[in-house]
């Protein structure tokens, strides 16, 4: 409804204005007392410095109503407020609910379709609009095409959806059709970079060691600019002993990482030219191959096999799929795809699913066990905690409440009827899901088919029951889940044993925790709670002793006697601790005081602040399990660390608790368990007798060595177990591809004036693989620095030649005075020689004769075959010259 006459407005605000400002405290008042105060304020100010003026700063009443009437007035709604002649009528409906009964929707579909309406299903991604095509046609598969032309899906996150009569058209949301969150996107870090780095870790300031993987440990000078050949380009510069200098181009910024050892022990800094570098990486390669060659024989024993085969995806699977009513995460569509297809081999599934607190791998695992369910087999589900063996309880049968499965679990907290009943069952096969404590591996547990083991936080459990699963698990799938973190680097330790997948992308709407150190402050502690309780939340309060667990409760009670406060520790009886964690999960109390038998994947959303008390005698991974007891939904969280003062605290413990206030954003979880490394020494990485080697190398170049003898190994020693990835037109050749060039490649300093900043982009560059993510860098560049300079273009470009050279088999390429040199692989048996890559580079040149020539060079290394271009002025050049081949 449309409002432009002034006069009723006027009229309408002298009948209201009284009544308003009897409501209001008497708003006009009210205004023109602050204004008041305000030009109070700025009297009593300093003349010296010039301030505003209130009056361009604040309104009065009077302003207030005046500039009121500079707006015309839109309202929407039946019942109007203004009168006024003018109205505008819609003709549109609300999306009606269908209940998810996908007939109903098909139905509604094809009688809007016979009423001439337009159809329109939008969906978040791609993935729903595949589904709806599915899920119509497994109701009618002999009319699934003219289904087909009923509607048209499209990828159109709505709010609502609505049926528009004058327009003829229906639009209907997917989350609407299938009960399921909508997903706003918050504008912070996360929405731009969905997934996490380690950046914080790895970035470098003057005076850092740094270990360059073929000179050693040297410490970083800075970035520099250099000429080469009267051009001018940045370099890294590193000092190494005796002063000597050397300068790294920004285009290997991979052969350095920070050096990461034992925490503040300063290491050996190497001279350039001596071969004990040489000789300690040698050391250490030698070593590795010989743990890793252990493991990956044990994965090829287990490649060899054979298993159940599961059948693809049915209908119910797909529909407990679309049922979940979160958005699943890229990283959760590629798990939940891996195991999948593991399940869907003939070969005993070992996947390890690794992924911060909250971010959805139990999703991943009621999907499996479905899975196998649906091909008539049993799921044993093992956990390290009674209560966490009751909340998965929870968890699975909420989730499977629609599915003919039935879920059952045994713990302490049953009676031995109760256990009795359910190990009967499960024996006869009336039992599909069993979910338990470390009683799963007692001998009297049968399962009639026992068909998937879904181990949840395994390094909770000790060598025996690890020793009885392998017993359970010989040719049963294994699905195991970790929130213990694994930094993406870390992957081949697992790699060789087992697959793995990584979820790092936290859900949508997760806000990061709010970190606090506090005293024990009862001010503190008060204001805390009693802001949660306001704003409809509940309370966690860690205190790990039983003694006193009473006294602290007491005191809580005291602070904020309107709260509820209840007390769960491992000594009650499990009824008693059963009934409290329920009454707590629905919400029937506001502060739980508890010892940390909270610490594992308990789950309750409405939860979203946590006080742990003497945070300095926890470890950090049990610090970081327990906070992500809270910020499990889209309400931001607060995490207090109640540690006594810095100074009373030991070294360790202070780290500790400073790595935790550091990292506090979501999926820190790696970047928390790096420190935890640096701060314990990275010695229980591979067995205790690694730990010389890394902290004389580094943990970055101790990954890298790491990489590249595992890489050795399946290229020798293993080659047929990985045919795949030894399939000579698809193998990556060359890892490292090294360019000397003339052409002035940076971003000059009138583009981008901070040093640091430059470094990172920098490196960040040297880390993409793909032009998707090269075009998007360039966008944010765009965005954030104007439009790209020549040298800044050149920079880009040179990425793409370095990518275009490496498939192509080059290993060095030299663009200096007007000439493009590549030399191939230097190891003239390599298997790249008999490949269709290199054929085609072959014919290319015999065919273009004028434009290169293919020849062989006497080096220092023996023959190597070069590929030559003339007149290349420019990257540009170069780039479409690579392109052309």
């Not at 007390?567 to 009650?572: A, N, Y």
């Not at 050795?712 to 890892?735: A, M, P, R, S």
Request: net charge negative; aromatic share 10%.
């Amino acid at each position: 409804m449309l409002q432009e006459n002034r006069e009723s407005f006027l009229d309408y605000i002298n009948e209201k204005t009284v009544l308003i400002l009897q409501n209001t405290e008497l708003l006009g008042q009210q205004l023109d007392k602050l204004f008041d105060k305000a030009n109070e304020a700025f009297d009593k100010l300093s003349k010296d410095i010039q301030h505003a003026p209130p009056e361009d700063l604040f309104l009065n009443q009077k302003q207030f109503l005046k500039r009121a009437l500079d707006f015309s007035v839109i309202e929407l709604h039946t019942n109007a407020v203004f009168k006024t002649d003018k109205k505008v009528e819609f003709h549109i409906q609300p999306q009606p609910s269908f209940n998810k009964q996908f007939d109903l929707l098909l139905n509604n579909l094809s009688e809007n379709h016979f009423n001439g309406y337009k159809n329109y299903l939008c969906c978040s991604n791609e993935n729903q609009a595949t589904r709806f095509h599915d899920i119509f046609e497994d109701i009618d598969e002999a009319n699934s095409e003219s289904i087909r032309k009923q509607y048209k899906t499209m990828v159109l996150p709505l709010f609502e959806g609505f049926i528009d009569e004058e327009n003829q058209m229906a639009c209907y949301t997917d989350h609407q059709i299938f009960e399921r969150y909508h997903k706003f996107s918050i504008k912070n870090g996360y929405s731009k970079k969905q997934t996490i780095t380690l950046k914080e870790l790895t970035s470098l300031s003057v005076g850092d060691y740094v270990t360059h993987i073929d000179h050693g440990i040297g410490k970083f000078g800075g970035l520099q600019k250099i000429q080469v050949e009267g051009k001018t380009q940045e370099a890294i510069k590193l000092v190494y002993a005796d002063n000597d200098i050397v300068y790294v181009s920004i285009h290997s910024l991979h052969k350095i990482s920070k050096y990461n050892g034992k925490d503040g022990a300063p290491p050996k800094i190497y001279k350039l030219g001596s071969n004990a570098w040489k000789t300690l990486k040698q050391k250490t390669k030698a070593r590795v191959k010989h743990i890793a060659f252990d493991l990956i024989q044990l994965y090829a024993k287990r490649r060899l096999d054979k298993g159940f085969q599961f059948a693809p995806d049915s209908y119910l699977q797909k529909e407990l799929e679309s049922s979940f009513i979160y958005e699943d995460t890229p990283d959760q569509i590629t798990a939940t795809a891996d195991v999948k297809v593991d399940m869907e081999n003939e070969r005993p599934m070992d996947r390890l699913v690794c992924g911060d607190v909250g971010f959805g791998k139990t999703e991943v695992a009621i999907r499996a066990a479905f899975k196998a369910v649906d091909n008539g087999k049993q799921v044993a589900v093992l956990v390290p905690t009674t209560i966490l063996a009751y909340q998965h309880f929870r968890t699975f049968s909420e989730r499977l409440k629609d599915m003919p499965v039935t879920v059952s679990y045994v713990n302490r907290f049953r009676t031995a009827k109760q256990k009795a009943d359910t190990l009967q069952k499960l024996q006869e096969g009336k039992v599909d899901i069993l979910i338990g404590t470390h009683q799963l591996v007692n001998k009297n547990v049968v399962f009639k088919d026992l068909g998937l083991l879904i181990i949840d936080e395994e390094q909770k459990f000790g060598v025996n029951v690890k020793d009885k699963l392998k017993t359970i698990a010989t040719n049963v799938d294994t699905l195991t889940l970790t929130a213990t973190p694994i930094p993406r680097t870390l992957q081949f330790s697992l790699m060789a044993a087992r697959d793995l997948s990584v979820i790092t992308t936290p859900p949508p709407n997760r806000y990061p925790i709010e970190t606090h150190v506090i005293r024990f402050n009862e001010e503190a502690i008060r204001d805390a709670i009693s802001y949660e309780i306001q704003r409809g939340g509940q309370v966690f309060f860690i205190n790990n002793r039983i003694e006193n667990i009473k006294e602290v409760a007491g005191m809580i009670q005291r602070l904020v006697p309107g709260a509820k406060v209840g007390i769960g520790h491992g000594q009650m009886d499990g009824k008693k601790l059963e009934e409290l964690m329920l009454a707590f999960m629905e919400g029937e109390f506001d502060v739980l005081v508890a010892t940390t038998i909270i610490e594992s994947g308990l789950d309750v959303p409405n939860a979203n602040t946590i006080f742990i008390n003497n945070a300095n005698n926890f470890g950090l991974s049990d610090l970081h399990q327990m906070r992500g007891r809270v910020g499990r939904s889209n309400k931001k969280a607060f995490c207090y660390f109640i540690t006594p003062p810095y100074s009373m605290m030991t070294g360790e413990a202070q780290k500790r608790i400073t790595a935790l206030e550091q990292f506090s954003e979501l999926g820190s979880g790696f970047n928390i368990a790096m420190k935890d490394l640096e701060i314990r020494g990275a010695g229980d990485l591979l067995g205790g007798e690694q730990s010389g080697f890394i902290n004389e190398i580094g943990f970055d170049t101790y990954q890298k060595i790491m990489n590249e003898a595992i890489d050795e190994l399946k290229e020798n020693e293993f080659k047929d177990l990985y045919q795949e990835e030894n399939d000579i037109e698809t193998k990556e050749f060359v890892k490292d591809i090294q360019i000397d060039t003339d052409f002035e490649l940076l971003f000059p300093d009138e583009y981008i004036n901070n040093i640091t900043e430059r470094l990172n982009l920098y490196n960040e560059l040297s880390q993409i693989k793909d032009e998707a993510t090269l075009q998007q860098f360039e966008q944010k560049l765009i965005d954030r620095f104007g439009a790209l300079p020549k040298p800044a273009i050149a920079l880009l470009n040179s990425v793409r030649i370095k990518w275009k050279a490496t498939a192509m088999g080059i290993e060095r390429l030299m663009m200096k005075q007007g000439k493009m040199v590549g030399y191939f692989i230097g190891d003239q048996q390599s298997d790249f020689y008999q490949s269709n890559r290199f054929m085609k580079v072959l014919q290319f040149a015999q065919r273009n004769g004028n434009v290169c020539k293919i020849k062989e060079k006497e080096t220092k290394n023996g023959l190597r075959l070069l590929l030559t271009f003339d007149n290349v002025k420019s990257v540009n050049k170069a780039l479409e010259l690579l392109e052309g081949i």
